[in-house]
C-alpha cells in the first residue's frame, strides 16, 4: 500500500512539473516590434509599424513551435490562401465605425478609395512586464485618413503558458474621443487567421487572389492540407458554427505529428454576451458581438453607439494547445471560469 501512495504522490508531482507555469519574457526589438517568448521559446510578437493599417500579434506560435496563423502577407508559406490580404494574425477592429471600415483596410486598397477607411495607430507602449505572467499595454488611436481622432484603444495583454499551453488574455478598452457609433456589421471584432492546415476541408472550388492581382482556381477536394474543423460552446460543429452564439468556440485540426487547438473564450462582461461567431471554413476564426443583423437575417440589430468620454471594454481570452489529443470541453469550461473570474 505504501509503495502505490508512494508512486501516485510521484504521478501528481510530475504532472505538476509538467504543467508548472513557465517564465514569460518580453523583449523590445526595434520601435515597432515587441518580442513574446515563454519559457525561453519565441512565442508571438508585436506589430505596429506605420506600414500596418493595424497592431496585430504575428505569428502565434505553439509550445510545440508549430504556428497557427497563417504566414500570408508577411511571411507566405508554401501552399498559404492570399485571400483577405487584411488578415493578420490576431487582431481587433471592425467594419464600419463612424461610416469608416477599419476591417478591411489593408495595402490592397487603391488609394483612391482609402478616404473609407480607418486605421488603428499605435502611439505609446504603457507598460511591459517580464514574469510568471507577462504583461504588454498599450495606447493607439482609431483615426481617419486625415489622422483626426475618432477613439482612443486602451489594450492590455497579459500572456502566460506551460509545457503544451499558451493563454492570452487580451482586454481592450475603447474611448470615444466624438459621438462613436459601430453600426451593426458583419467583419468584427476580435479576428484570427488560421494556418492552412486548421481550415475546413471543402468540396467547392476555391479562388485565391494575391497580392499582385493573380487568380489561382483550387479544384475542389484538391487542396489535401486542410483537416481543420470548429466546435462550439453550444455543440455546434464545422461550418454550422458561423453565426450562431456561444460562451467559447475551438478550431482544432492536425498539424505536423500534433493535434493543435485554437480556442476564444467569451467574458460575461462583454457587450452582447455570448458572442456570436463569425468563424469560416477557408481560416478565419472571429468573435463578433456587435454582428447582430447579418447574424440573424435581420431580426435583431445591435447598433453600439458611444457619446464623447464614454467607453467601451472587451476581454477576451485566447488559448493555443498542442498535444497528442484536442483539449477536452471540461479543460476549456475551467479556463472559461478562471477567465470569469
Known amino acids: 500500500m505504501k509503495k502505490k501512495i508512494t508512486i501516485g504522490i510521484a504521478v501528481l508531482l510530475l504532472q505538476h512539473l509538467v504543467m508548472a507555469q513557465l517564465p514569460v519574457t518580453i523583449t523590445q526589438i526595434s520601435q515597432s516590434k515587441i518580442d513574446i517568448a515563454i519559457g525561453g521559446k519565441p512565442f508571438t510578437s508585436f506589430l505596429f509599424p506605420d506600414t500596418l493599417e493595424k497592431p496585430v500579434l504575428y505569428p502565434v506560435i505553439t509550445a510545440g513551435g508549430t504556428a497557427v496563423t497563417r504566414g500570408f502577407p508577411l511571411n507566405p508559406q508554401p501552399g498559404d490562401p492570399t485571400d483577405h490580404p487584411h488578415h493578420i494574425g490576431l487582431w481587433l477592429n471592425y467594419e464600419n465605425v463612424n461610416g469608416l471600415d477599419f476591417w478591411n483596410n489593408s495595402y490592397a ?45 486602451d489594450t492590455r495583454f497579459e500572456f502566460s503558458g506551460n509545457s503544451r499551453m499558451r493563454i492570452i488574455d487580451r482586454i481592450t478598452t475603447i474611448t470615444a474621443d466624438t ?67 456561444g460562451r467559447w468556440c475551438k478550431a482544432f485540426g492536425k498539424m505536423g505529428n500534433d493535434t493543435v487547438s485554437v480556442v476564444i473564450i467569451d467574458h460575461p462582461q462583454n457587450p452582447n454576451y455570448p458572442t456570436f461567431w463569425h468563424a469560416r471554413g ?53 479556463l472559461a471560469a478562471a477567465f470569469k473570474k
Do not use: C
Open 109 to 153: 486598397i487603391p488609394a483612391e478609395k482609402k478616404s473609407q477607411y480607418g486605421w488603428i495607430k499605435t502611439d505609446r507602449i504603457v507598460e511591459k512586464k517580464s514574469g510568471t505572467k507577462g504583461v504588454l499595454r498599450y495606447h493607439a488611436n482609431w483615426t481617419n485618413q486625415q489622422n483626426t481622432v475618432l477613439a482612443e484603444e
Open 179 to 245: 459621438l462613436l457609433t459601430f453600426t451593426d456589421a458583419k467583419d468584427g471584432l476580435l479576428g484570427f487567421r488560421m494556418a492552412h492546415a486548421l481550415q475546413i476541408p471543402t468540396d467547392k472550388d476555391q479562388k485565391f487572389t494575391d497580392d499582385k492581382g493573380n487568380v489561382t482556381i483550387v479544384k475542389g477536394g484538391a487542396d489535401k492540407i486542410p483537416n481543420g474543423t470548429y466546435l462550439s460552446s453550444e455543440g455546434k460543429m464545422g461550418d454550422s458554427v458561423w453565426s450562431t452564439r
Open 282 to 334: 477557408y481560416g478565419l476564426f472571429a468573435a463578433n458581438p456587435l454582428g447582430e443583423k447579418i447574424f440573424t437575417n435581420g431580426k435583431s440589430q445591435k447598433n453600439l453607439q458611444l457619446k464623447k468620454g464614454e467607453k467601451v471594454t472587451f476581454r477576451y481570452r485566447i488559448v493555443v494547445d498542442n498535444g497528442s489529443t484536442t483539449i477536452s470541453n471540461e479543460a476549456i469550461e475551467r
